[in-house]
């Protein structure tokens, strides 16, 4: 599997341009996660119907990946607190950033944002920084 490691992630970065270019181009929207799943839970009871079936596509999408194959990885030996804290914290960095990896990375760099540029510099200098610590 580790071979063809490459060709699976060249797949899963042309299905995420694809979406995001899809969801700008027919629905004028930035295909940012945190701006869309804060929206769902800040919103007032009319949330829109791409919001929604946004989030339940990527919640969703494991099941239908599994039988071809794929899987996630086993997250049982992560520490739950760990995980709560991290989510945290990201919560916190898209919020200062005004803008999460998929909003500015994907969406903000393909639109020549200078913004989106820098940011995604910083979450790439910052994530090398932590696999290093980490590692």
């Excluded at 760990?82 to 960095?93: D, E, N, S, T, Y």
């Excluded at 998929?102 to 200098?125: D, E, K, N, W, Y």
């Amino acid at each position: 599997m580790m071979e063809q490691s490459w060709i699976l992630a060249l797949i899963g970065g042309a299905l995420i341009g694809a979406a995001a270019f899809i969801l700008m181009f027919f629905n004028g929207k930035i295909a940012g996660i945190s701006g869309i799943t804060s929206a769902l839970l800040v919103r007032s009871p009319k949330i829109p119907l791409w919001q929604c079936a946004f989030i339940a596509g990527l919640i969703m999408a494991p099941w239908f990946i599994k039988p071809l194959g794929f899987y996630l990885p086993d997250f049982h030996q992560i520490n739950p607190w760990v995980a709560v804290i991290g989510g945290f914290l990201v919560g916190i960095g898209t919020r200062l950033g005004n803008g999460c990896t998929s909003g500015h990375g994907v969406c903000g760099v393909a639109r020549l944002s200078p913004r989106s540029i820098v940011a995604t510099c910083v979450f790439v200098a910052f994530g090398m920084l932590t696999a290093s610590l980490v590692h």
